[in-house]
């Protein structure tokens, strides 16, 4: 083993297609510590994610460059690693020298909470000592809610026992919070600024006659229990089979060129926390409807559980957002550039509406708004998507005929 120590620096690594930067969450080793090439070395938040990074080498961790909490740029360093498996040197003994007064005992180093960036963040601006809060999250992290509960418990300021705590001037009210955003909410907030400041965008309407689909829905269900099947999937299925026969659609702005692609990948956007995460259905065009149900329930709970790879989030050539579980009639979506366009979908409604005889009957209905980048496609395009949409989803049979290179579905999915 040499004199010299070899150190290289580890660096913060490219977890997603997007990422300019990324968070420091947890150390998995310490200064000292034997890793192994392969070996989970540190937990990162990314703009999209939460992942594991794992030792590309052999060797002894050295000194941490950034710590736990803290944010670095995409390629800058972190840490450092002695590959050659040496550790430190110790430092040159002193020169003997007079005695002198014995130095005071050192203090002990602080103890770091294990604790999310979002919950610091909210613990320094409420002065809520982390030291004692008990962890919910995993492996007994503090998370943000365990700040806010710890805020609620602590006695008003100067109210000891049988004291009545200080009246509030009456004009006094809650105190301003500043909420730092996440690595996820800035890329967020950039990627939608950059979209609407740069994206030539329209929108158009169109109304569903979701009727028929609930119906064949609920015979799905009542067939085969474990077969879920939502209205989104509904959606995500016949707009796959539509940017699969109108291929202009099914594209992206290349900067000074239109790419169309060759393969139907539907984003789906995801309400995660405090993020908005859009996992990807590969090949959707060729999935069943059962198929296409049951990755949008795993991707969505991967989503929310922050545990999504960075292959499930890569490669959307078209995003469906539905917000009609909460009672949204119809809204309009912001393109995810460079995306030609974006399917925004809205609650099942059910209305009365007249028959060709005249009569009134109820009906179940649905708003849809596609927002389309001009650049990509005119508006005779995106009036013709929603035209074959609204057909796929009126005779939702269509829906469950045999998917392109795959098998034959039955109707139990």
């Given at each position: 083993?040499?004199?010299?120590?070899?150190?290289?620096?580890?660096?913060?690594?490219?977890?997603?297609d997007s990422m300019e930067e990324g968070t420091i969450l947890q150390w998995l080793k310490a200064?000292?510590?034997?890793?192994?090439?392969?070996?989970?070395?540190?937990?990162?938040?990314?703009?999209?994610?939460?992942?594991?990074?794992?030792?590309?080498?052999?060797?002894?961790?050295?000194?941490l460059l950034v710590a736990e909490g803290e944010v670095a740029a995409l390629g800058a360093p972190i840490a450092e690693l002695f590959v050659d498996g040496a550790a430190p040197a110790a430092p040159p003994v002193a020169a003997a020298s007079p005695p002198s007064a014995p130095a005071p005992p050192a203090a002990a180093p602080p103890v770091r909470m294990r604790a999310t960036p979002v919950a610091?963040?909210?613990?320094?601006?409420?002065?809520?000592?982390?030291?004692?809060?008990?962890?919910?999250?995993?492996?007994?992290?503090?998370?943000?809610?365990?700040?806010?509960?710890?805020?609620?418990?602590r006695p008003a300021p100067g109210a000891g026992v049988g004291e009545r705590p200080a009246a509030r001037p009456a004009e006094a009210g809650p105190a301003d919070t500043r909420v730092e955003l996440t690595a996820t909410q800035r890329t967020v907030a950039r990627r939608m600024s950059e979209s609407r400041g740069s994206v030539p965008e329209f929108t158009l309407t169109a109304e569903v006659d979701m009727t028929e689909a609930l119906a064949l829905r609920r015979q799905i269900v009542s067939l085969r229990e474990d077969a879920r099947v939502s209205v989104n999937d509904l959606v995500?299925?016949?707009?796959?089979?539509?940017?699969?026969?109108?291929?202009?659609?099914?594209?992206?702005?290349?900067g000074d060129h239109i790419v169309r692609h060759g393969r139907v990948n539907v984003g789906?956007?995801?309400?995660?926390?405090?993020?908005?995460?859009?996992?990807?259905?590969?090949?959707?065009?060729?999935?069943?409807?059962?198929?296409?149900?049951?990755?949008?329930?795993?991707?969505?709970?991967?989503?929310?559980?922050?545990?999504?790879?960075?292959?499930?989030?890569?490669?959307?050539?078209?995003?469906?957002?539905?917000?009609?579980?909460?009672?949204?009639?119809?809204?309009?979506?912001?393109?995810?550039?460079?995306?030609?366009?974006?399917?925004?979908?809205?609650?099942?409604?059910?209305?009365?509406?007249f028959d060709d005889a005249g009569a009134v009957v109820g009906r179940d209905l649905m708003h849809v708004s596609l927002s389309c980048d001009?650049?990509?496609?005119?508006?005779?395009?995106?009036?013709?998507?929603?035209?074959?949409?609204?057909?796929?989803?009126?005779?939702?049979?269509?829906?469950?005929?045999?998917?392109?290179?795959?098998?034959?579905?039955?109707?139990a999915g």
């Open positions: 083993m040499s004199d010299t120590l070899a150190a290289v620096r580890i660096t913060m690594p490219r977890l997603s200064p000292g510590d034997a890793v192994a090439r392969g070996e989970a070395l540190v937990e990162i938040e990314t703009d999209k994610a939460t992942m594991t990074y794992e030792a590309d080498r052999d060797g002894v961790l050295g000194e610091r963040r909210l613990a320094a601006d409420l002065r809520v000592s982390l030291e004692g809060v008990p962890g919910s999250g995993p492996r007994g992290r503090i998370v943000r809610a365990d700040v806010q509960a710890a805020a609620e418990r995500v299925k016949a707009a796959a089979l539509v940017l699969r026969e109108q291929p202009r659609m099914n594209a992206s702005w290349g789906v956007a995801v309400a995660a926390g405090d993020a908005l995460l859009v996992p990807v259905v590969a090949d959707a065009d060729r999935l069943s409807l059962h198929e296409v149900a049951q990755q949008t329930r795993r991707l969505g709970a991967a989503a929310r559980e922050r545990a999504l790879t960075p292959e499930q989030l890569r490669g959307a050539t078209f995003t469906v957002s539905n917000l009609g579980m909460f009672g949204v009639l119809s809204f309009d979506a912001v393109i995810d550039a460079p995306q030609a366009a974006i399917l925004a979908v809205g609650a099942v409604v059910r209305r009365p509406t001009h650049r990509v496609v005119y508006g005779a395009d995106g009036a013709a998507f929603l035209e074959r949409l609204r057909a796929v989803l009126e005779r939702p049979l269509t829906l469950l005929m045999p998917p392109v290179g795959g098998p034959t579905e039955g109707v």
